[in-house]
DNA sequence: CTGTATCCGGGCTGATACTG
DNA sequence: CAGTATCAGCCCGGATACAG
């Protein structure tokens, strides 16, 4: 896993907008869940495990990994035996969690309304191809 | 192209947190910016195509689709020879739009610290394997 | 407890060509 | 103009095993 600069596929054409840069950040599968399990404070390796639900550990040490290299998480760790580490957000990544929130917020208030519009449409098309 | 309602890999796990269900919708490589497109109004689909730079009409038609089968967009067909079609964000759409533009905007205001925690993470790991 | 390494399958995506 | 169809590649992500 280099941790190299090399330019990923989204840097190709998405550059001018500004607003897919933080989809560069959040997009991912398990990102904005893990972000999410950090909101109340810190938070160590193995709780999150148990918090994001679903997520491996592969997967969980990748997105954090990827948000500490965007500055957006820190990592303490704890030189116990056996070891322990510790994930915060930065103040950085604390300023992110407020649009996020707002986010989640459209989601509670508004998922229904896209489940029903999906059923709707399923149905008008469901003689279709 | 199915539109049936069979079960998407990120149902299995991800159906606790109501945010997830947010990110189903806009967490695509281009739903975001198509929406983005329309957030001055009505706009048709050759018009998008050169907004969204990069898109193709491939991921522009499938991009679309799924936004109009969660009844974020309107689509309106318009019969002429060779015809045309608008499109639009639903009222629904338009409310998801808000939290968006905050998200774009803390990509403005935010984007460059990450850059610079990226550039300076790796420099402290360039050694690294 | 906190990771890392490897395999591998599926879906997203781009490129291209064709259609009404 | 506004799509659809098909092919092929690549990366995401899951499972599993191993390690400090």
């Not at 449409?121 to 469901?126: E, L, S, T, V």
């Amino acid at each position: 896993m280099p941790s190299s600069s090399k330019t990923r596929k989204s840097d190709i054409s998405i550059s001018n907008c500004g607003y897919s840069k933080v989809l560069d950040i959040i997009s991912n599968k398990w990102t904005a869940l893990v972000i999410y399990a950090m909101e109340d404070g810190v938070i160590r390796y193995g709780e999150m495990l148990r918090r994001v639900d679903g997520i491996s550990k592969k997967m969980l040490t990748q997105t954090v990994r990827k948000l500490e290299r965007d500055g957006l998480v820190a990592r303490n760790i704890i030189p116990t035996v056996p070891p322990s580490v510790e994930y915060s957000l930065t103040p950085l990544g604390e300023t992110l969690l407020q649009p996020m929130k707002e986010l989640r917020q459209w989601g509670r208030g508004h998922y229904q309304e896209v489940e029903e519009a999906r059923a709707s449409y399923d149905m008008a098309n469901a003689s279709d191809s």
